[in-house]
């Protein structure tokens, strides 16, 4: 089968977004910071407002239950573009690569309420044909029916597209439907990955 289409996920492959770059200029001592990251504002917290849930809602919750990390917890989203630092510079290289030959949907686990904020930083989002937010389905990957909204909304099929993210269990998602799906890691590793399926 012919590949067609590359779809992307966002963070940690084309975006180093990240709460450590704003939370190590808040927490003095660095086993603090990660104490607060890993009990207080964890993963799971986060994935829900990419599930759709709002940041005003969340926070608000989160502060109910914690109110003597009131103020931490506010700057989430009070501050949440500093967490955005840049462009991961060799993955957004070969992605204009690969826009020469190919077309680009991205297929994201991001909040409807922070995307723009995105969409405004790094002008490569621009040259993506189509775009799945997790936030604005109220789904979430590894979550099949995601992919599936991703290629009946833009009429392409798994087995002509190449599937990349950092999370391993999306990734086998992308691969039990189909997709040719690689695990990024870091951009050399992904160009090597990518050479082996198509010519770059």
Aim: aromatic residues 12%; negative net charge.
């Amino acid at each position: 089968m012919t590949i067609k289409n590359i779809v992307f996920d966002f963070g940690g492959v084309l975006v180093d977004w990240n709460p450590r770059h704003l939370y190590k200029n808040h927490f003095q001592d660095t086993n603090e910071m990660e104490s607060f990251l890993k009990n207080i504002c964890t993963e799971e917290w986060n994935i829900e407002q990419d599930r759709g849930r709002s940041l005003e809602e969340a926070t608000i919750e989160l502060q109910k239950k914690f109110p003597e990390h009131s103020a931490s917890i506010a700057l989430f989203y009070g501050e949440w573009e500093t967490m955005l630092k840049d462009e991961i510079p060799g993955t957004v290289a070969l992605l204009y690569k690969l826009k020469e030959k190919y077309p680009l949907y991205g297929l994201t686990n991001w909040s409807s309420e922070t995307i723009d904020i995105a969409y405004r930083r790094f002008s490569f989002f621009k040259e993506f044909e189509g775009i799945v937010v997790s936030g604005t389905e109220k789904l979430i990957k590894p979550d099949k029916r995601i992919y599936q909204l991703l290629l009946d909304r833009y009429s392409i099929k798994a087995e002509e597209s190449i599937f990349i993210d950092d999370n391993i269990n999306n990734v086998k998602a992308a691969q039990e439907l189909g997709f040719y799906a690689i695990h990024f890691q870091n951009p050399a590793q992904l160009e090597a990955d990518l050479s082996k399926i198509i010519t770059i």
